[in-house]
């Protein structure tokens, strides 16, 4: 037995050793290159002094400085005054800053009114924690009241999600209770 083994691994060895010989050598072949590029110089137009530029922009329309009112000149428009002013609203929290006692009065309210109504709502960032509080509120307030929008979305589409929930549905009772969908209703029907 040991005899016809070694005599079966001479015998592939040698017809091994032939086929490893006689296998014609391939010359290498080189790849075709994945992309080529090719560098193109970009001429660009000579560049213009930028120190002559602004100086005959200058020449064609002088600067002439803003006139600014003195102290002690009066405008020609009255500043605008209604009667109906709508009284402050509470404040919502400490106002950051001088506060409007010690203020000229005009700026400090309207920067309060601003502050405190929707428009300072809508940048919560510049807001102290107190006035973001309150800003929530509002919103907390307006939002329980506000009836539903449904989610603008074509009939078809919304069909199609319909049913999709429906099959989820019954797949789930199907886990849980290893009856088909279908079945049940048979089952229903027999009794």
Do not use: W
């Not at 020449?59 to 405008?75: G, K, N, Q, S, Y």
């Amino acid at each position: 037995m040991t005899v016809v083994l070694a005599a079966s691994g001479v015998g592939h060895l040698a017809v091994l050793s032939l086929l490893a010989l006689s296998r014609p050598a391939q010359p290498p072949v080189e790849a075709p290159p994945v992309f080529e590029v090719e560098v193109v110089p970009v001429f660009m137009p000579p560049r213009q002094d930028r120190a002559t530029a602004p100086v005959r922009a200058t020449a064609i329309r002088p600067l002439r400085p803003r006139r600014v009112l003195r102290p002690d000149e009066i405008t020609p428009v009255a500043p605008l005054v209604t009667s109906s002013a709508a009284a402050p609203t509470a404040p919502v929290g400490p106002s950051p800053g001088p506060s409007s006692a010690s203020s000229a009065g005009a700026p400090a309210d309207l920067r309060n009114a601003l502050r405190r109504g929707v428009v300072g709502c809508a940048n919560l960032a510049l807001l102290s924690k107190d006035e973001r509080q309150g800003c929530l509120e509002k919103l907390g307030a307006g939002a329980k009241d506000a009836p539903f929008i449904p989610p603008p979305i074509a009939r078809d589409k919304s069909r199609g999600f319909d049913e999709k929930v429906a099959a989820q549905e019954q797949m789930r009772i199907y886990r849980q209770t290893g009856i088909y969908p279908g079945m049940r209703e048979a089952l229903k029907a027999a009794r």
